[in-house]
Nanobody
Framework: QAQLVESGGGLVQAGGSLTLSCAPS????????LGWFRQAPGKDRDFVGA????????YYADFVQDRFTISSDNAKNTLYLQMTGLKPEDTAVYYC???????????????WGQGTQVTVSS
């Protein structure tokens, strides 16, 4: 059973927008740092961005270039990833993560979602 459940993926044309959602299954978020990662076919899973539930601080990968926005609604117990200006190279499976930390430059995640496919056509 997936600990986190994502939704909102789909097919969109280049330049379009999508909003992904993520919520825990049968419980509330319990850890402070939530994040999004993505994995394209044949590539490693890459960090997209993160947010702290306590203060709302956000952090983004360089490739986001102000196109994506991470937010969380503590009342709805939901994490969001708003994506605009989508490019074909944004095509990937997007995963939400809870309990993100970094050690020796590598991410460690307590809980992963099952992933949601985002496909951007040119």
């Amino acid at each position: 059973q997936a600990q986190l459940v994502e939704s909102g993926g789909g097919l969109v044309q280049a330049g379009g927008s999508l909003t992904l959602s993520c919520a825990p299954s049968g419980r509330a978020f319990s850890m402070n740092v939530l994040g999004w990662f993505r994995q394209a076919p044949g590539k490693d899973r890459d960090f997209v961005g993160a947010i702290t539930r306590s203060g709302g601080s956000t952090y983004y990968a360089d490739f986001v270039q102000d196109r994506f926005t991470i937010s969380s609604d503590n009342a709805k117990n939901t994490l969001y990833l708003q994506m605009t200006g989508l490019k074909p190279e944004d095509t990937a499976v997007y995963y939400c993560a809870e309990g993100l930390t970094y050690k020796d430059g590598k991410p460690h995640v307590s809980y992963w979602g099952q992933g949601t496919q985002v496909t951007v056509s040119s």
